[in-house]
């Protein structure tokens, strides 16, 4: 008999797409492009999709800064999770000091921008950290599985409310 192939439950797979890391890329390579452009040339209101991403995550990452520093804070010695919360917070916290025209009018040089740069390359590390450590825990099929489109039955957006729930019931 075969093993398992690995799944990974569609919410878990949905929150690891970093949209607001790759729509900051974008939107560097489109007003920045200091230290290369990344051949990122992407046309459209790039900084206002950025911007609104970010608004989106805020509440999303205090709940998650709650959670891992109370039931998830033995993830926290972890230390791709640590880098991550600690990115996280610079990054929602120098985005809500950020104007957004700066880019536009090529202000580059504030130093809440160079704080969300620092930011956005910490949390690049600590995702690169992340995904040495899945490829070392559970190899290719594990990384694997967080890119399939199957998802099981009892696993779509309707039951996400249930799942949270349990995760947030398991023992630490």
């Given at each position: 008999m075969p093993p398992a192939r690995p799944y990974q439950p569609s919410l878990l797979r949905l929150l690891h797409v970093p949209l607001a890391w790759l729509s900051g890329l974008i939107v560097y390579s489109n007003h920045d492009g200091r230290w290369g452009r990344l051949g990122l040339q992407v046309p459209g209101a790039w900084i206002d999709i950025h911007g609104s991403l970010g608004v989106l995550l805020w509440p999303l990452a205090l709940l998650f800064?709650?959670?891992?520093?109370?039931?998830?804070?033995?993830?926290?010695?972890?230390?791709?999770?640590?880098?991550a919360l600690l990115a996280l917070a610079?990054?929602?916290?120098?985005?809500?000091?950020?104007?957004?025209?700066?880019?536009?009018?090529?202000?580059?040089?504030?130093?809440?921008?160079?704080?969300?740069?620092?930011?956005?390359?910490?949390?690049?590390?600590?995702?690169?950290?992340?995904?040495?450590a899945v490829l070392n825990r559970g190899g290719m099929a594990l990384a694997g599985s967080m890119f399939q489109l199957h998802v099981r039955g009892g696993d779509g957006p309707r039951h996400w409310p249930s799942q949270v729930r349990r995760w947030f019931q398991r023992p630490a």
């Open positions: 800064g709650l959670y891992a520093l109370s039931l998830g804070r033995f993830r926290l010695h972890q230390g791709a999770h640590a880098t610079l990054a929602v916290g120098s985005g809500k000091l950020m104007n957004e025209d700066w880019l536009r009018t090529g202000q580059l040089d504030h130093v809440v921008y160079g704080l969300h740069l620092l930011a956005w390359l910490l949390i690049a590390a600590a995702v690169l950290w992340h995904v040495a």
